[in-house]
């Protein structure tokens, strides 16, 4: 079967310090990827889609210089938070797409708290 | 633009009473519809799908889903609710590319004993 894996599960840093989230597709081809932001009480935004041999996309309000994502292979993608503040802390989530699969698989989620 | 709209943002029920959330979806062309469950301090999990078919949609744990075209709604029922139902339950439309979804608020589903 198709499974996504996130790790760490959680992370605590200081504010103004940065933390990396790893996204691994086990079971399938990740063609695309796309992370995505749960902050307190709220909703999933989109913050950016990763499609290999294409151009990352960010969406409004998320940029390459805050979030920096890397998709090398069908299999991996990881997302730093540059410079975490208050307002980045929540559940971050990847969903990935491809092979045979119509429907996007998520993986549990990195829960980054910033003290 | 795609969106979402979950009306009610928290619903009571007694357990062993029926269920419904509501979600009302804005896509152009035929969408491909789908419900999560948050369970307290988790991610995501699907419930059920719609893909172009059956308008009515089973999905895990007793929960079931009637996509209506000239409602433009994808409504979550389960006919009897278990106290392990308490969640939070997410509407989500893929986009066309099918490799990104845009999410309702959220319904937080609290389970009286």
């Known amino acids: 079967g198709a499974l996504v894996y996130q790790y760490p599960r959680r992370t605590i840093c200081k504010s103004g310090t940065s933390m990396r989230m790893e996204c691994q597709a086990v079971g399938f081809q990740a063609t695309s990827v796309a992370w995505y932001r749960q902050s307190p009480q709220k909703t999933f935004e989109l913050i950016a889609l990763?499609?290999?041999?294409?151009?990352?996309?960010?969406e409004q309000n998320f940029t390459q210089e805050k979030f920096p994502i890397s998709h090398p292979n069908l299999s991996f993608s990881s997302m730093t938070v540059l410079n975490a503040y208050l307002e980045d802390r929540g559940l971050y989530l990847c969903?990935?797409?491809?092979?045979?699969?119509?429907?996007?698989?998520f993986g549990p989620g990195t829960r980054l708290t910033v003290l | 633009a795609q969106s979402v709209t979950q009306p009610d943002a928290r619903v009571t029920v007694s357990e062993g009473a029926s269920l419904q959330l509501r979600c009302k979806y804005s896509?152009?062309?035929?969408?491909?519809l789908f419900w999560y469950v948050q369970y307290p301090r988790q991610g995501l999990q699907l419930l059920l799908k719609?893909?172009?078919?059956?308008?009515v949609v089973q999905g895990v744990n007793g929960f079931e889903a009637e996509f209506s075209k000239s409602n433009s709604s994808f409504h979550l029922r389960k006919a009897s609710v278990h106290w392990s139902d308490w969640a939070v339950y997410f509407c989500a439309v893929k986009n066309s590319a099918g490799n990104k979804l845009t999410f309702g608020i959220g319904t937080r589903v609290l389970v009286r004993p």
């Open positions: 969903g990935a797409t491809g092979g045979n699969y119509a429907e996007q698989f």
């Open positions: 990763s499609t290999v041999n294409s151009a990352i996309k960010y």
């Open positions: 896509y152009f062309g035929t969408p491909y």
């Open positions: 719609y893909y172009p078919g059956d308008p």
